[in-house]
């Protein structure tokens, strides 16, 4: 019976911050959900009843005031892996489990990672705009791009993203190095053919491609600044997939404008969208697309499936399969 599901708030069915409709077909499955707008509504007559809250793409946002709205919450459900968006502690202190989806992103976001720098190595977009462009005559001899095949690929954080990233840079027979906090297992270094790198800076300096694919914490925020372009190739490009906040967004501006690096390929920026008159959308050399390593379709359902399973746990009391704990 519906009246005997679990209440849920999520962000909305559709929309641009919803649920497409097969992904809400599935929480419908297994609760019965409200939307954001309508506790808003009415929350003292919603409020009370709901025991998960379901955010996908950051909504509902999870802010204080909402959560003292929802004395009956057990849970919050965020879809993907980060969590820098989550006040843990806070959340925790209210009696409530934090739950992530981790692994289930990450084929998505190591495609989107390597659609990136092919599409900035071999300038897609510009000749794409050449190509559809109604004034083109002929096609010039100029746009040149650099070559990814037997080049030298340098990965900041090789969890479980970062290593898919280097499984499929394997397939150009490029040259893979890594810096990690700790460092893999031989067996994982020899599978990718990836050698591990103590220092970032001689990570920076060798390579020709970089890929940031760290989390977001205190000690990632500003990871890449004036200091650390400075040490890359003239030639190189950098390619962040992970948070907008790991680069000094005015430092690479002057990077890229001085020539000091090549080019930046970028699924994430710091706020999102940019303003609309930040430098970074004027810049011939940056490929910039809107936080989209997870939208696929198999993906999106995926996500979902974890979040419920995880949200069904923590309502009936059972262990938590992808629980966050802070450290």
Same mark, same amino acid.
């Not at 479980?160 to 840079?169: F, H, L, M, T, V």
């Given at each position: 019976m519906e009246e005997e599901k679990t209440w849920a708030l999520v962000s909305e069915v559709g929309g641009e911050n919803g649920y497409l409709e097969e992904a809400a077909e599935i929480l419908k499955q297994h609760f019965q959900i409200i939307s954001y707008r309508e506790l808003l509504e009415n929350p003292v007559l919603h409020g009370s009843k709901i025991q998960v809250l379901f955010m996908w793409k950051?909504?509902?946002?999870?802010?204080?005031?909402?959560?003292?709205?929802?004395?009956? =919450?057990?849970?919050?459900?965020?879809?993907?892996?980060?969590?820098?968006?989550?006040?843990?502690?806070?959340? $925790?202190?209210?009696?409530?489990?934090?739950? $992530? #989806?981790?692994?289930?992103?990450?084929?998505? #976001? +190591?495609?989107? *990672?390597?659609?990136?720098?092919? *599409?900035?190595?071999?300038?897609?977009?510009?000749?794409?705009?050449?190509?559809?462009?109604?004034?083109?005559?002929?096609?010039?001899?100029?746009?040149?791009?650099?070559?990814?095949?037997?080049?030298? =690929?340098?990965?900041?954080?090789?969890?479980?993203?970062?290593?898919?990233?280097?499984?499929?840079?394997?397939?150009?027979?490029?040259?893979?190095?890594?810096? $990690?906090?700790?460092?893999?297992?031989?067996?994982?270094?020899?599978?990718?053919? +990836? &050698?591990?790198?103590?220092?970032?800076?001689?990570?920076?300096?060798?390579?020709?491609?970089?890929?940031? *694919?760290?989390?977001?914490? &205190?000690?990632?925020?500003?990871?890449?600044?004036?200091?650390?372009?400075?040490?890359?190739?003239?030639?190189?490009?950098?390619? $962040?997939?992970?948070?907008?906040?790991? =680069?000094?967004?005015?430092? =690479?501006v002057e990077a890229l404008k001085s020539g000091t690096i090549r080019a930046a390929a970028l699924d994430v920026t710091h706020p999102e969208p940019l303003p609309r008159d930040h430098p970074l959308l004027s810049l011939p050399n940056v490929l910039i697309t809107p936080h989209i390593g997870i939208s696929t379709y198999n993906t999106a359902t995926r996500i979902v499936e974890k979040m419920v399973e995880n949200a069904l746990a923590a309502v009936k009391g059972l262990p938590v399969p992808n629980e966050v704990k802070m450290q």
């Open positions: 950051y909504y509902p946002a999870a802010e204080p005031w909402l959560l003292r709205l929802l004395p009956s =919450l057990k849970v919050v459900a965020s879809g993907g892996v980060g969590i820098d968006h989550l006040d843990v502690p806070f959340i $925790n202190s209210l009696g409530v489990k934090v739950v $992530n #989806t981790p692994g289930v992103v990450s084929d998505s #976001t +190591a495609d989107l *990672a390597m659609g990136l720098l092919l *599409a900035s190595a071999r300038k897609i977009i510009e000749g794409y705009q050449i190509a559809m462009d109604p004034r083109t005559i002929h096609l010039p001899c100029r746009l040149m791009g650099v070559e990814v095949t037997g080049s030298t =690929l340098g990965i900041i954080g090789l969890g479980d993203i970062g290593y898919r990233i280097a499984q499929r840079s394997k397939g150009f027979e490029m040259k893979i190095l890594y810096h $990690n906090r700790t460092r893999r297992s031989v067996d994982d270094e020899q599978a990718v053919g +990836a &050698s591990y790198c103590d220092s970032l800076d001689g990570l920076l300096r060798s390579s020709d491609f970089v890929v940031v *694919a760290v989390k977001l914490t &205190s000690d990632t925020t500003g990871l890449i600044g004036h200091r650390e372009l400075s040490l890359m190739k003239s030639t190189a490009t950098l390619v $962040n997939i992970s948070r907008g906040k790991v =680069l000094d967004q005015d430092a =690479l």
